[in-house]
Structure formats: structure tokens, C-alpha cells
């Protein structure tokens, strides 16, 4: 079954030249020109990946990540014309899986498609069954997790994270480890991209963020889950 993947950018000349590289790989592609666009095909298609811009008309990538958040896990990857590390972060925090920085080579950008959808498909293909720890249960078919039978909302590299941790209970990975098991031993990112994923992990997992309960820090080392 051919992947279908949303393009996001108001720059008609980039997203024809996205669309015809995806396509060629065979590949099923969508288009958006603006914010509002763009979330509107996300609430009525099933996308196997997001292409999102961060400067679009009507409503900012940014804006347009976190509604996406509210509905659905698609893995997204923002697309930004600044290089700084302000834009970078944002994108995760708000929900996105990776950054690319504008100008861009495409065969970058379909290696990261390729790998994220690579990942993902192999999850669901080799993930079936239930992992319990403690609090929490992991539904590795479906990719939901609850803690104390109620749901929680996670992204795709979220979810990696912490089932990567509770499949390891007292396991302490470093931010490289980390950064290398969750996005690959190619992702140019650092390991603040790890920082900022685990303070998010804590914020939806945790009773109380400042004193985790199940994401612990070991000082000057990295990060293990203790059930």
C-alpha cells in the first residue's frame, strides 16, 4: 500500500517539487498552501507522515502542530526557513518528530520520511501485545499508552521514548544513547531535542512534573524509568 504523506507550505514551488520527488518514489501526496487548510485535511485523511512549514497563512505551523496533537499521532516534521534553535525547539515542543531547515536537499527529507515511516510500520508489525510496568501499560499494536487505565496523548518519538525506558525498567541512557536509539545514529540533532522530549514526557505522564514518579534523572548521566 502506497504511503500517503501531507506537504504543508505556502510556497507552490517547493511543495511541487516535494510532490513529484514523493510521487516518484511512489508515494501518495497530498497539498496544503495554509494553516487552516492543513488541519482540515489532517481531521477528515489518515497520513502516514506530515510535511509542515512553520510560516503559513491563517494559522502558523506551530499552531497547526498542536491541534493535530489533540486528534491524532501522525509523525510530523516541521519545515523552518531559521536555522536558530528557538524554531527547533518549539517544533517539539509543541508536538512535532523532527526539523528540517530550509534550504534543504530533498534526498534529506525522504531519508527522514523513509526512516520515521520505516520505524513505525516495523513497530506495528513486530509490536504485538500488552507491556506492563508499575503504573503503566504499554499497547504496542496500537501504540496507546495509559497510566492508571486512563490514556495518554503522545507523539511518535513520545512514545518511542518512554517504551524504549519502560521496556528497560532501571536502564540509565544517556542523552546520546537516547537521541541515537529514538531518532537514529544519522539525526543531526543534539541532545537538547532529548531534553526537551523528557520534560514533555513528564508533563503528560507525571502526577507532578518537578517530582517524577516514573522518568528519573540520574545527575550527570542521562535519564531511566523506575515503575
Known amino acids: 500500500m502506497a504511503r500517503k504523506v501531507l506537504v504543508v507550505d505556502d510556497e507552490k ?30 481531521e477528515e485523511n489518515h497520513y502516514d507522515m506530515i510535511l509542515l512549514d512553520v ?70 508489525a513486530a509490536g504485538s501485545g500488552i507491556l506492563e510496568s508499575g503504573d503503566i501499560k504499554i499497547d504496542t499494536e496500537s501504540r496507546r499508552i495509559f497510566v492508571k487505565s486512563k ?11 518512554i517504551y524504549l525506558l519502560v521496556k528497560n525498567p532501571g536502564k540509565v541512557y544517556d542523552r546520546d544513547d537516547l537521541l541515537k536509539a529514538v531518532w537514529g545514529a544519522d539525526y543531526p540533532g543534539d541532545a537538547r531535542t532529548v531534553d526537551v522530549h523528557v520534560r514533555r514526557l513528564r508533563e503528560k505522564l507525571e502526577p507532578n512534573p518537578s517530582e517524577p514518579r516514573y522518568v528519573h534523572t540520574k545527575w550527570g548521566v542521562g535519564y531511566y524509568y523506575q515503575p
Open 151 to 161: 490514556e495518554i496523548n503522545l507523539t511518535g518519538r513520545e512514545f518511542d521514548m
Open 55 to 124: 510560516m503559513l497563512p491563517k494559522m502558523n505551523g506551530f499552531e497547526v502542530c498542536q491541534r493535530i496533537r489533540e486528534f491524532s499521532k501522525v509523525p510530523i516534521i516541521m519545515l523552518t526557513a531559521r536555522s536558530d534553535d528557538m524554531d527547533k525547539i518549539l517544533g517539539l515542543e509543541y508536538g512535532a518528530d523532527d526539523y528540517i531547515t530550509k534550504p534543504f536537499n530533498i534526498l534529506e527529507v525522504k531519508a527522514r520520511i523513509k526512516a520515521i515511516i520505516r520505524r513505525t510500520s516495523a513497530e506495528h
Open 13 to 42: 514551488l517547493i511543495v511541487k517539487g516535494i510532490r513529484f520527488s514523493l510521487e516518484q518514489d511512489g508515494m501518495d501526496v497530498d497539498c496544503a498552501y495554509d494553516g487552516e487548510e492543513a488541519l482540515k485535511r489532517a
